[in-house]
């Protein structure tokens, strides 16, 4: 259970987010409805292209200790995404690995934007990967897919569900439209059968032995003239 100046502290910060929300990079924070300790945050990827982040959205957690902001809190990140290990506390300067630097200055702004300009580097830390960044990149396209499974974003950030199902809807239009001209390609293909009375297979013979006989008569008969 939060103490009164932890609860305090975290409610005169949640406001100051919802005042002034980070926007470079972008990054959302909510507490848990029944659990002030525990808040959820989504963090976007850089938005370079050439950035193997770009694209991606990443949910996580802070786990506040009761005595906040006296001491830190845990830093998690829930979403894969090729530099953290998914569902591990991250060993940051300003998480509970390190309580000894740690400032009650420090808000939920600061750590956010501290673990941004962490997740960008590649110095390595308890907690994080390696991968390449090829991998980073199928794990930023995948992210959205993935936390809409979470009921707790979904709950949350209403608005990325709604992101979500727009891409849905038009991925399905993308779809159906690839459908619909391989359709009409196929139709394109097909033998076009001959109307009854044309040059089709089936009156080429006979077509072809009235001329014979036609010629015929107009020979056998030039002879006589």
């Known amino acids: 259970m939060a103490s009164p100046l932890a609860t305090k502290r975290l409610t005169r910060e ?3 987010l919802i005042k002034n929300p980070l ?5 959302t924070a909510m507490p848990a409805e029944n659990n002030i300790l525990e808040w959820h945050y989504v963090l976007e990827g850089d938005a370079d292209p050439s950035s193997p982040y770009h694209g991606g959205i990443y949910h996580g957690k802070l786990v506040f200790p009761k005595e906040y902001p006296y001491r830190p809190p ?6 894969p995404n090729g530099r953290f ?5 991250l060993c940051l300067s300003m998480s509970d690995f390190h309580p000894e630097s740690w400032n009650p200055m420090w808000s939920i702004s600061t750590i956010l934007t501290g673990l941004y300009s962490f997740m960008v580097e ?5 907690g994080s990967i390696e991968t390449s960044d090829a991998t980073k990149r199928k794990f930023a396209r995948e992210s959205l897919d993935y936390n809409v499974k979470d009921k707790m974003f979904c709950a949350l950030f209403p608005e990325y569900v709604e992101l979500w199902e727009k891409r849905e809807e038009e991925r399905k ?3 159906a439209e690839v459908l619909a001209l391989r359709g009409e390609s196929s139709e394109s293909k097909e033998k076009i059968v001959p ?3 044309g040059f089709g297979e089936g009156n080429v013979l006979p077509f072809a032995a009235g001329l014979v006989v036609a ?3 107009i020979l056998f008969a030039i002879r006589f003239i």
């Not at 590649?122 to 308890?126: I, L, S, V």
Request: proline share 9%.
């Open 195 to 197: 109307s009854e009375g």
């Open 23 to 27: 926007t470079a990079p972008k990054i």
């Open 74 to 79: 845990g830093v998690i990140m829930l979403t």
């Open 122 to 126: 590649k110095t390595p830390t308890t």
């Open 173 to 175: 239009a993308r779809e």
């Open 215 to 217: 010629l015929m008569s």
């Open 85 to 89: 290990k998914p569902n591990r506390r």
């Open 14 to 16: 949640l406001k100051a």
